[in-house]
C-alpha cells in the first residue's frame, strides 16, 4: 500500500480524541491510510460525503468479511481484535442482499415487537428509578455515618451502563445478574485487545448458543423467541438467532452505554444546558441529537471491504482492503458548517441498507432520553471532579468516558415509582393479557414522553 504520507495508528491510545479526527480530516482529507491493529491494515473514510456514499448499496463496498484479502491470505492472526470484531457470523452485520435483507427485516420485527408490547420504557423507567434509590440509600447511610460529603456516584459504572445491560439482558432474555457479564464480555470485545477480545467473544457465543437452545424449546417474550418462532417469516436457525442477537448486544450495550453518559457529560458541563432540562424549557430529544453529531458513541467503525479497485482523493484502494468509517471525523464536519442540534444528517446511526433499523433507533432513543429524564428530574448533580479531569475511554471504535463522577444532591422519587418491584427477566409469549401489566394512566404517560422523543407527538 504506497501512500505519501504515513498510514495513522488507529489502535494507539491519545489524550484529546477529538483533537485526533480534526488532525485526520486536515492532514488526509477524505480517506486516510491506516492500521486497525498491529496487523489489519486498510482505509479510514474521514469525510461526511464519503461515508454516506459508502453506506450506500451501490457503491464498490461490500459487508461480507469473505471479501478481506488479507484475511484469506493468511496474514491476520487469531489474536488480532479487529479480527475478533469482524467475523463473518449469520447476522445482518455480515450479509449483502436477500441474505441481509431477511435478516434485517426479521431484527426490524423483533425490535418493533418490544416497542408494540411496551417492554422497553417500562424496563427502563423500572431499572432507571431502582438505580436511583440505591444512590439515595447510600448517600443517607454515608451521611448517617458522619461523613461531611457522601461519596461520588460514577453515572458511567454505576448507572448508564448497568442500567443499559440490565434493560437490553431483559430484553434479548437474559437475568439481570447475566447482563453484567454479557455487558463484560461484550465491552471486551469492543475494546479489542489482543487475545482477550477472542477470549471474550467465545464465551459471549457460548452463552448465547445456550440461551438459544433453551428458547427454542422454550420459548419466552424476548428477542431470541421472536426470531426462533417468527410467524411472518422463516424462522430463525438457533446459529442465526444467537447470532442476530450478539448483534443487538453490540449494537445496543456499549453505543447506547455511552449515548447516556455523553448526554450526562453534556448536560452536567453546560450549566445552561442542564438548567433549562431541569426547569422544562429544555428538550431531551435535542440534547441526545446534539450528543449524536458533537460527541457520538461509536468514534470509528470497521466492517467493510472493497469489491473492486477504486481511487478516493489520492489513495487507490484495491479490492479485499478494510475499509473504515470515521464517523465522529465527519460528523465534526456537520458541525464545522454550524448545523444545530436539529439536524438529522448526521451518522450515529448509521445510513443505507445496513443503517440501524428504525425500531433499534428508536429504542436507543428512548433509553437514552429516559435514562437522562428520569435521573436529572430526581436529583440535583454536580460533576466531583474538574470538567477537563474527566478521564476518556481508551478505545478507538468507542466515544466515551470510563467514569463520570457525580456528587448527588438528596433524591425526589415520584411517589408511584420508589418502591417499584424489579420485573421479572421475560414474560410469557402470546396474545397480551387483558388486565395491564401496569397502569393505564402510566401506559399513557411513558407513551407520550416516547412520542415526544421520537418526534411523533
Not at 2 to 22: A, F, I, N, S
Not at 132 to 142: G, K, N, V
Not at 172 to 177: L, M, N, P
Request: proline letters at 7%; a neutral charge.
Amino acid at each position: 500500500m504506497t501512500t505519501p504520507v504515513p498510514p495513522v495508528k488507529l489502535y494507539e491510545p491519545v489524550e484529546r480524541p477529538d483533537l485526533r479526527w480534526k488532525y485526520l480530516r486536515e492532514t488526509y482529507g477524505d480517506v486516510a491510510p491506516a492500521w486497525f491493529d498491529p496487523y489489519a491494515r486498510g482505509w479510514l473514510l474521514l469525510s461526511w460525503e464519503s461515508i454516506r456514499w459508502a453506506m450506500q448499496p451501490a457503491s464498490p463496498f461490500s459487508a461480507d468479511p469473505d471479501h478481506w484479502r488479507d484475511m484469506r491470505e493468511g496474514l491476520i492472526p487469531e489474536s488480532s481484535g479487529t479480527a475478533v470484531q469482524l467475523i463473518r457470523r449469520q447476522s445482518a452485520r455480515f450479509r449483502d442482499g436477500g441474505e441481509h435483507a431477511r435478516y434485517r427485516g426479521a431484527l426490524q420485527d423483533a425490535l418493533q415487537h418490544l416497542i408494540d408490547r411496551n417492554r422497553v420504557l417500562d424496563a427502563v423507567e423500572r431499572v432507571a428509578y431502582r438505580l436511583i434509590a440505591e444512590f439515595s440509600r447510600r448517600r443517607s447511610d454515608d451521611l448517617a455515618a458522619g461523613y461531611t460529603y457522601p461519596r461520588p456516584v460514577d453515572l458511567i459504572g454505576d448507572y448508564a451502563r448497568r442500567l443499559t445491560g440490565t434493560v437490553l439482558a431483559r430484553l434479548v432474555g437474559f437475568t439481570a445478574a447475566e447482563a453484567d457479564r454479557i455487558g463484560t464480555l461484550m465491552e471486551t470485545v469492543w475494546d479489542g485487545e489482543p487475545h482477550l477480545a477472542m477470549q471474550a467473544w467465545t464465551q459471549l457465543a457460548e452463552d448465547l448458543a445456550a440461551l438459544a437452545e433453551q428458547r427454542a424449546r422454550h420459548p419466552q417474550d424476548d428477542v431470541l423467541s421472536f426470531l426462533l418462532h417468527d410467524r411472518d417469516r422463516p424462522a430463525h436457525t438457533r446459529a442465526e438467532a444467537a447470532d442476530q442477537t450478539a448483534l443487538l448486544f453490540a449494537a445496543g450495550y456499549d453505543p447506547t452505554t455511552h449515548l447516556i453518559g455523553n448526554c450526562l457529560r453534556e448536560l452536567l458541563t453546560d450549566p445552561r444546558m442542564g438548567a433549562d432540562l431541569r426547569s422544562g424549557l429544555g428538550d431531551v430529544r435535542a440534547v441526545v441529537n446534539t450528543v449524536q453529531v458533537h460527541r457520538p458513541p461509536v468514534a470509528m467503525l470497521p466492517g467493510r471491504w472493497v469489491t473492486a479497485d477504486h481511487t478516493i482523493g489520492h489513495y487507490r484502494l484495491r479490492g479485499g482492503d478494510l475499509v473504515g468509517f470515521g464517523i465522529a471525523a465527519a460528523n465534526q464536519s456537520l458541525a464545522a458548517r454550524e448545523l444545530t442540534s436539529s439536524t438529522n444528517a448526521h451518522l450515529g446511526w448509521g445510513t443505507g441498507g445496513h443503517g440501524c433499523p428504525r425500531a433499534g433507533q428508536d429504542i436507543a432513543t428512548v433509553v437514552a432520553g429516559a435514562a437522562v429524564h428520569c435521573l436529572f428530574g430526581a436529583a440535583p448533580l454536580r460533576l466531583a471532579v474538574p470538567a477537563d479531569a474527566l478521564p476518556d475511554r481508551p478505545s478507538m471504535v468507542i466515544n466515551g468516558l470510563r467514569e463520570l463522577p457525580v456528587d448527588l444532591g438528596e433524591v425526589h422519587l415520584p411517589e408511584s415509582r420508589a418502591a417499584l418491584p424489579e420485573p421479572a427477566a421475560v414474560r410469557p409469549s402470546g396474545p397480551a393479557p387483558a388486565a395491564a401489566t401496569r397502569s393505564p394512566s402510566l401506559g399513557e404517560r411513558l407513551g407520550g414522553f416516547a412520542r415526544a422523543l421520537l418526534g411523533r407527538g
